[in-house]
Protein backbone atom coordinates (compact mmCIF):
# COMPACT_ATOMS: atom_id res chain seq x y z
CA UNK A 1 0.00 0.00 0.00
CA UNK A 2 2.66 2.29 0.86
CA UNK A 3 4.94 1.63 -2.54
CA UNK A 4 1.45 2.18 -4.55
CA UNK A 5 1.12 5.61 -2.30
CA UNK A 6 3.96 6.75 -3.02
CA UNK A 7 3.78 5.94 -6.62
CA UNK A 8 0.78 7.47 -7.03
CA UNK A 9 1.98 10.85 -5.66
CA UNK A 10 5.13 11.02 -7.76
CA UNK A 11 2.50 10.66 -11.05
CA UNK A 12 0.79 13.84 -9.93
CA UNK A 13 3.77 15.41 -9.21
CA UNK A 14 3.91 15.67 -5.55
CA UNK A 15 7.83 16.13 -4.29
CA UNK A 16 9.17 13.81 -1.70
CA UNK A 17 11.39 16.18 0.06
CA UNK A 18 11.79 14.76 3.98
CA UNK A 19 12.06 11.44 5.42
CA UNK A 20 9.77 10.41 8.39
CA UNK A 21 11.73 9.36 11.63
CA UNK A 22 10.83 7.31 14.61
CA UNK A 23 8.54 5.56 12.14
CA UNK A 24 6.20 3.84 14.86
CA UNK A 25 4.15 0.06 13.81
CA UNK A 26 0.66 -0.11 15.15
CA UNK A 27 -0.48 -3.54 14.39
CA UNK A 28 -3.85 -3.59 12.60
CA UNK A 29 -4.32 0.13 12.95
CA UNK A 30 -1.46 1.87 10.74
CA UNK A 31 1.53 4.01 11.25
CA UNK A 32 2.78 7.14 13.40
CA UNK A 33 5.83 8.70 12.07
CA UNK A 34 7.70 12.17 13.17
CA UNK A 35 8.01 14.40 10.00
CA UNK A 36 9.85 17.82 11.16
CA UNK A 37 8.98 17.61 14.40
CA UNK A 38 4.75 17.06 13.70
CA UNK A 39 3.70 13.77 14.45
CA UNK A 40 1.58 12.24 11.82
CA UNK A 41 -0.67 9.24 11.69
CA UNK A 42 -1.57 7.21 8.61
CA UNK A 43 -3.87 4.39 9.01
CA UNK A 44 -7.42 3.45 9.53
CA UNK A 45 -10.47 4.41 11.78
CA UNK A 46 -9.20 2.46 14.60
CA UNK A 47 -5.99 4.24 14.89
CA UNK A 48 -8.00 7.25 14.91
CA UNK A 49 -10.38 6.75 17.75
CA UNK A 50 -6.95 5.42 19.61
CA UNK A 51 -5.35 8.69 19.15
CA UNK A 52 -8.81 10.52 19.84
CA UNK A 53 -9.01 12.24 16.66
CA UNK A 54 -12.12 13.41 15.92
CA UNK A 55 -13.73 12.27 12.05
CA UNK A 56 -15.51 15.04 10.64
CA UNK A 57 -18.92 14.42 8.52
CA UNK A 58 -17.65 15.42 5.06
CA UNK A 59 -14.22 13.14 5.86
CA UNK A 60 -16.70 10.42 7.18
CA UNK A 61 -19.07 11.09 4.07
CA UNK A 62 -16.13 10.43 1.62
CA UNK A 63 -14.40 7.36 3.27
CA UNK A 64 -17.73 5.64 3.37
CA UNK A 65 -18.55 6.28 0.10
CA UNK A 66 -15.37 4.91 -1.46
CA UNK A 67 -15.76 1.68 1.04
CA UNK A 68 -18.63 1.22 -0.61
CA UNK A 69 -17.08 1.08 -4.04
CA UNK A 70 -14.33 -1.67 -2.31
CA UNK A 71 -11.94 0.72 -1.66
CA UNK A 72 -9.29 0.98 0.95
CA UNK A 73 -9.80 4.54 3.12
CA UNK A 74 -6.44 5.68 4.69
CA UNK A 75 -6.85 8.40 7.18
CA UNK A 76 -4.10 11.11 7.27
CA UNK A 77 -3.67 12.92 10.43
CA UNK A 78 -1.59 15.39 12.52
CA UNK A 79 -2.18 15.47 16.40
CA UNK A 80 -5.67 17.09 16.29
CA UNK A 81 -7.38 16.58 13.16
CA UNK A 82 -7.76 14.47 9.89
CA UNK A 83 -5.47 16.54 6.68
CA UNK A 84 -6.26 14.00 4.25
CA UNK A 85 -8.00 10.46 3.04
CA UNK A 86 -6.58 8.33 0.43
CA UNK A 87 -8.59 5.79 -1.25
CA UNK A 88 -6.60 2.87 -2.90
CA UNK A 89 -8.61 -0.11 -4.46
CA UNK A 90 -6.75 -3.38 -4.78
CA UNK A 91 -7.87 -5.38 -8.24
CA UNK A 92 -8.57 -9.17 -7.64
CA UNK A 93 -5.66 -11.41 -9.18
CA UNK A 94 -7.11 -12.98 -12.32
CA UNK A 95 -5.92 -16.49 -10.82
CA UNK A 96 -7.97 -16.23 -7.53
CA UNK A 97 -11.24 -17.05 -8.42
CA UNK A 98 -10.25 -20.11 -10.07
CA UNK A 99 -7.95 -20.92 -7.12
CA UNK A 100 -10.83 -20.51 -4.52
CA UNK A 101 -13.34 -23.23 -6.99
CA UNK A 102 -10.26 -25.18 -7.07
CA UNK A 103 -9.90 -25.66 -3.37
CA UNK A 104 -13.39 -26.58 -2.78
CA UNK A 105 -13.35 -29.18 -5.36
CA UNK A 106 -10.32 -30.81 -3.43
CA UNK A 107 -12.64 -31.20 -0.11
CA UNK A 108 -12.12 -27.95 1.93
CA UNK A 109 -15.53 -27.41 3.56
CA UNK A 110 -15.57 -23.77 4.14
CA UNK A 111 -13.29 -20.65 3.15
CA UNK A 112 -13.20 -17.82 5.22
CA UNK A 113 -11.73 -14.43 5.04
CA UNK A 114 -10.39 -12.49 7.74
CA UNK A 115 -9.62 -9.00 7.47
CA UNK A 116 -8.60 -5.71 8.98
CA UNK A 117 -10.52 -4.01 6.59
CA UNK A 118 -13.67 -2.37 6.21
CA UNK A 119 -16.87 -4.29 6.10
CA UNK A 120 -17.45 -2.10 2.82
CA UNK A 121 -14.65 -3.36 1.11
CA UNK A 122 -14.32 -7.27 2.61
CA UNK A 123 -17.78 -8.06 1.56
CA UNK A 124 -17.43 -6.81 -2.00
CA UNK A 125 -13.96 -9.16 -2.63
CA UNK A 126 -15.70 -11.60 -0.45
CA UNK A 127 -18.33 -12.28 -2.68
CA UNK A 128 -16.12 -12.02 -5.64
CA UNK A 129 -14.21 -14.62 -4.14
CA UNK A 130 -16.75 -17.25 -3.18
CA UNK A 131 -16.42 -17.08 -0.02
CA UNK A 132 -18.63 -18.70 2.49
CA UNK A 133 -18.06 -16.44 5.56
CA UNK A 134 -16.73 -12.72 6.24
CA UNK A 135 -15.01 -11.35 9.19
CA UNK A 136 -13.80 -7.41 8.80
CA UNK A 137 -12.39 -4.95 10.99
CA UNK A 138 -10.26 -7.23 13.11
CA UNK A 139 -7.38 -6.56 14.59
CA UNK A 140 -4.42 -9.46 14.94
CA UNK A 141 -5.61 -10.75 18.26
CA UNK A 142 -9.22 -10.86 17.03
CA UNK A 143 -8.10 -13.27 13.94
CA UNK A 144 -6.19 -15.52 16.51
CA UNK A 145 -9.68 -15.87 18.22
CA UNK A 146 -11.94 -16.78 15.65
CA UNK A 147 -8.84 -19.52 14.83
CA UNK A 148 -9.01 -20.74 18.19
CA UNK A 149 -12.93 -21.05 18.22
CA UNK A 150 -12.81 -22.46 14.89
CA UNK A 151 -10.28 -25.01 16.18
CA UNK A 152 -12.42 -25.77 19.61
CA UNK A 153 -15.01 -26.74 17.70
CA UNK A 154 -13.05 -29.54 16.03
CA UNK A 155 -12.36 -28.66 12.75
CA UNK A 156 -8.88 -29.34 11.15
CA UNK A 157 -7.70 -25.63 9.77
CA UNK A 158 -5.56 -24.06 7.59
CA UNK A 159 -4.46 -19.74 7.76
CA UNK A 160 -3.40 -18.48 5.04
CA UNK A 161 -1.49 -14.81 5.19
CA UNK A 162 1.43 -12.87 4.37
CA UNK A 163 1.59 -9.82 7.47
CA UNK A 164 2.52 -8.96 10.28
CA UNK A 165 -1.20 -9.09 11.38
CA UNK A 166 -1.24 -12.39 10.42
CA UNK A 167 0.73 -14.11 12.31
CA UNK A 168 -0.72 -14.93 15.67
CA UNK A 169 -3.90 -16.44 13.16
CA UNK A 170 -0.90 -18.32 11.86
CA UNK A 171 0.51 -19.53 14.59
CA UNK A 172 -2.61 -20.36 16.39
CA UNK A 173 -3.80 -22.78 13.13
CA UNK A 174 -3.39 -26.46 12.16
CA UNK A 175 -1.37 -25.41 9.67
CA UNK A 176 -0.06 -22.33 8.71
CA UNK A 177 0.54 -20.93 5.43
CA UNK A 178 2.39 -18.11 4.03
CA UNK A 179 3.18 -16.00 1.01
CA UNK A 180 6.80 -16.14 0.51
CA UNK A 181 7.38 -13.31 -2.08
CA UNK A 182 4.82 -10.69 -0.67
CA UNK A 183 5.32 -12.29 2.76
CA UNK A 184 7.00 -10.39 6.03
CA UNK A 185 9.57 -12.44 7.94
CA UNK A 186 7.48 -12.40 10.90
CA UNK A 187 4.82 -14.43 8.64
CA UNK A 188 6.99 -16.56 6.92
CA UNK A 189 9.07 -17.34 10.54
CA UNK A 190 5.60 -18.29 12.18
CA UNK A 191 4.29 -20.47 9.39
CA UNK A 192 4.71 -24.00 8.80
CA UNK A 193 4.46 -23.74 5.26
CA UNK A 194 6.03 -20.89 3.36
CA UNK A 195 4.81 -20.82 -0.98
CA UNK A 196 8.27 -19.45 -2.49
CA UNK A 197 5.93 -17.95 -5.42
CA UNK A 198 3.68 -14.90 -5.58
CA UNK A 199 0.88 -17.34 -6.83
CA UNK A 200 -2.09 -18.52 -5.72
CA UNK A 201 -2.50 -21.53 -8.17
CA UNK A 202 1.04 -22.85 -5.86
CA UNK A 203 -1.56 -23.33 -2.79
CA UNK A 204 -4.09 -25.62 -4.65
CA UNK A 205 -0.80 -27.38 -6.13
CA UNK A 206 0.84 -27.98 -2.42
CA UNK A 207 -2.41 -29.34 -1.30
CA UNK A 208 -2.77 -32.23 -4.04
CA UNK A 209 0.77 -32.55 -3.91
CA UNK A 210 0.74 -33.52 -0.15
CA UNK A 211 -3.08 -35.27 -0.40
CA UNK A 212 -0.76 -37.61 -3.11
CA UNK A 213 2.19 -37.77 -0.60
CA UNK A 214 -0.38 -39.30 2.24
CA UNK A 215 -1.90 -41.48 -0.64
CA UNK A 216 1.49 -42.83 -1.60
CA UNK A 217 2.27 -43.14 2.16
CA UNK A 218 -0.52 -45.41 2.60
CA UNK A 219 0.09 -47.59 -0.75
CA UNK A 220 3.62 -48.20 0.34
CA UNK A 221 2.56 -49.04 3.83
CA UNK A 222 0.08 -51.28 2.67
CA UNK A 223 3.10 -52.76 0.05
CA UNK A 224 5.28 -53.12 3.06
CA UNK A 225 3.40 -55.08 5.54
CA UNK A 226 1.33 -56.90 2.63
CA UNK A 227 5.28 -58.66 1.63
CA UNK A 228 5.64 -59.25 5.19
CA UNK A 229 2.50 -61.26 5.78
CA UNK A 230 2.73 -62.90 2.83
CA UNK A 231 6.02 -64.09 3.56
CA UNK A 232 5.22 -64.72 7.32
CA UNK A 233 2.23 -67.34 5.70
CA UNK A 234 4.83 -68.50 3.73
CA UNK A 235 7.79 -69.48 6.15
CA UNK A 236 4.84 -70.76 8.36
CA UNK A 237 3.30 -73.48 5.90
CA UNK A 238 7.02 -74.15 4.74
CA UNK A 239 6.16 -72.48 0.93
CA UNK A 240 8.46 -70.03 1.11
CA UNK A 241 12.53 -70.51 1.38
CA UNK A 242 15.11 -68.35 2.52
CA UNK A 243 16.45 -67.53 -1.22
CA UNK A 244 12.91 -66.82 -2.45
CA UNK A 245 12.29 -64.88 0.71
CA UNK A 246 15.07 -62.69 0.43
CA UNK A 247 14.02 -62.45 -3.33
CA UNK A 248 10.37 -61.34 -2.54
CA UNK A 249 11.48 -58.95 0.65
CA UNK A 250 13.99 -57.13 -1.92
CA UNK A 251 11.74 -56.83 -4.95
CA UNK A 252 8.95 -55.20 -2.11
CA UNK A 253 11.76 -52.61 -0.83
CA UNK A 254 12.09 -51.55 -5.24
CA UNK A 255 8.64 -51.59 -5.37
CA UNK A 256 7.84 -48.98 -2.42
CA UNK A 257 11.21 -47.13 -3.40
CA UNK A 258 10.10 -46.77 -7.13
CA UNK A 259 6.44 -45.97 -6.03
CA UNK A 260 7.90 -43.00 -3.77
CA UNK A 261 9.54 -41.31 -6.68
CA UNK A 262 6.72 -41.00 -8.79
CA UNK A 263 6.17 -37.96 -6.78
CA UNK A 264 9.46 -36.34 -8.45
CA UNK A 265 7.49 -35.91 -11.38
CA UNK A 266 3.74 -35.17 -9.74
CA UNK A 267 2.34 -32.12 -11.68
CA UNK A 268 0.05 -29.38 -11.12
CA UNK A 269 -3.22 -28.93 -12.51
CA UNK A 270 -2.99 -28.56 -16.15
CA UNK A 271 -5.47 -25.85 -15.60
CA UNK A 272 -2.64 -23.90 -14.38
CA UNK A 273 0.12 -24.08 -15.82
CA UNK A 274 0.24 -20.84 -18.20
CA UNK A 275 0.56 -18.70 -14.55
CA UNK A 276 3.21 -20.73 -12.96
CA UNK A 277 6.13 -18.91 -11.44
CA UNK A 278 6.08 -15.63 -13.32
CA UNK A 279 7.13 -13.10 -10.88
CA UNK A 280 5.73 -9.40 -11.87
CA UNK A 281 8.21 -6.47 -12.32
CA UNK A 282 6.03 -4.48 -10.23
CA UNK A 283 3.69 -6.68 -7.60
CA UNK A 284 1.72 -3.09 -7.29
CA UNK A 285 1.09 -2.73 -10.58
CA UNK A 286 -3.12 -3.31 -9.90
CA UNK A 287 -3.41 -1.18 -7.48
CA UNK A 288 -4.79 2.27 -7.98
CA UNK A 289 -4.65 4.89 -5.93
CA UNK A 290 -7.07 8.35 -5.67
CA UNK A 291 -5.57 11.26 -2.94
CA UNK A 292 -7.77 13.59 -2.19
CA UNK A 293 -6.48 15.91 0.54
CA UNK A 294 -9.33 18.03 2.44
Given at each position: ???????????????????????T????????????????????????????????????????????????A?F?????????????????????V???????????????M???????T????????G????????????????????????????????????????????????????????A?E???????????????H???????????M??????????????????????????????????????????????????????F????????????????C?????
Amino acid sequence: MGRAIVREAEKIGLKLLNKPSDVTVLKGRGIEVNLNGKSLYIGNRKGLLQNEIPIELEVESYATIQEKKGNTAVFIADEKKILGVISIADTIRETAVETMQQLKSTGIEQLVMLTGDNKHTANIIGGQLGMDRIFAELLPEDKALIVNACMDKGRKLAMIGDGVNDAPALASADVGIAMGVAGTDIAMETADVVLMADNLDKLVHSLKLSKATVRNMKQNMVIAVGTVAILLAGVLTKNVNLASGMLIHELSVLLVILNAIRLVRYKPSSRFKSYVSKKEENTFENEACELNLI
